[in-house]
Nanobody, 123 residues
Framework: QVQLVESGGGAVQAGGSLRLSCAAS????????MGWFRQAPGKEREFVAA????????YYADSVKGRFTMSRDNAKNTLYLQMNSLKPDDTAVYYC????????????????WGQGTQVTVSS
C-alpha cells in the first residue's frame, strides 16, 4: 500500500504563501484519487482539494478556491498544494490522503494518510 509523507509546512504571515509536498512510496500517486485535508484544533477534519486519477481533474473547497492549487508530478511521485493569499483561518494541520473510490470530499473514504504538516498563519 502507498505511504505518504507531507512536508513544507511552517509559519507565515497573512497574505503569504507556502507550498506543501506529499511524497509517495510503495505506490504510484497517479493510480489513486488523492486529496488534501486539514484539521484545526477543536474542529472537524475538512476537505481542501482533490485530484482525480482519471484525467487529473482538480476540485477545491469553496474556502480555498482561487487561492490554493493542487498538482501532481508523476515523475517524482509527489503531490503539491500551492497556497497563496493565506489567512489566519487557514491555520491547521494539513494531510494528504489517497483512495480508490468514493466521494472525494469525505475524509472517511480515504484509507491512506500521511502524518500531517502544521501550517500557522498569523495576522
Amino acid at each position: 500500500q502507498v505511504q505518504l509523507v507531507e512536508s513544507g509546512g511552517g509559519a507565515v504571515q497573512a497574505g503569504g504563501s507556502l507550498r506543501l509536498s506529499c511524497a509517495a512510496s510503495g505506490g504510484t500517486v497517479s493510480t489513486y484519487h488523492m486529496g488534501w485535508f486539514r484539521q484545526a484544533p477543536g474542529k472537524e477534519r475538512e476537505f481542501v482539494a482533490a485530484i482525480s486519477r482519471i484525467g487529473g481533474a482538480t476540485y477545491y473547497a469553496d474556502s480555498v478556491k482561487g487561492r490554493f492549487t493542487m498538482s501532481r508530478d508523476n515523475a517524482k511521485n509527489t503531490l503539491y498544494l500551492q497556497m497563496n493569499s493565506l489567512k489566519p483561518d487557514d491555520t491547521a494541520v494539513y494531510y494528504c490522503a489517497g483512495k480508490n473510490s468514493g466521494n472525494y470530499s469525505i475524509w472517511t473514504n480515504y484509507p491512506y494518510w500521511g502524518q500531517g504538516t502544521q501550517v500557522t498563519v498569523s495576522s
